[in-house]
């Protein structure tokens, strides 16, 4: 196990869409071992979801992992700690809402990216089953976010307000507490979440 670097906008990786993992790579030793070095590289950098991607990996591969509990966006359940492999994202309503997301792949910066609120998503396990969950509210655009990596899409593409791209120092400083309250997660956006914030 191992903290990797986690590469950042710019690199030729971010903007490549990752390719899918056959039976075989799921269940490889190597996989499991990339999936620790994931999982360390989370947790030392303070994130709630990681794509493989994101160190330079590209498969189709991510994880994400919530606390739960209150936080700005209401009552959170938690993700225990689950990988994704070839996960596949089907809208499932046309509620749309908006949150301020920041990624580790752009550390300073925060975007306010507005995402379809009820979404299905189907995606393979380690044990190589096909499983399926319908994340909702927050945990849509969580998981949304994560899986743009694995299409070489970053938050910034999402976005339709060039000036709401702001630095993190600047915006705590600056914005104002409504706006904290209504559509602002942790200080730290979606990737960077000071508890369960994404």
């Known amino acids: 196990m191992a903290v990797r670097r986690i590469i950042r906008m710019g690199h030729p990786t971010l903007r490549q869409r990752a390719r899918e993992l056959t039976t075989e790579e799921i269940v490889a030793p190597a996989t499991r071992g990339l999936i620790d070095d994931m999982t360390d590289t989370l947790h030392d950098y303070g994130g709630i979801g990681l794509a493989a991607p994101q160190i330079n990996e590209s498969i189709r591969l991510a994880i994400i992992e919530i606390p739960g509990g209150p936080t700005r966006y209401g009552e959170l359940e938690p993700v225990p ?5 070839n996960p596949e994202v089907t809208v499932q309503g046309e509620a749309v809402a908006g949150h301020w997301e920041g990624c580790l792949s752009i550390p300073g910066l925060l975007g306010y990216v507005e995402r379809p609120q009820h979404i299905r998503v189907s995606y393979t396990d380690l044990d190589g089953q096909r499983q399926h969950i319908e994340p ?19 938050f910034v593409d ?16 600056y914005s104002h507490d409504s706006d904290r309250d209504s559509d602002r997660g942790s200080d730290r956006g979606l990737d960077l979440g000071d508890q369960p914030s994404a």
């Open 81 to 85: 700690l689950t990988v994704f492999v």
């Open 136 to 154: 909702k509210g927050f945990l849509a655009t969580v998981f949304q976010h994560e899986f743009d990596h694995l299409d070489g899409h970053l």
């Open 158 to 173: 999402r976005m339709t307000d060039p000036t709401r791209l702001v630095f993190e120092d600047e915006f705590a400083r």
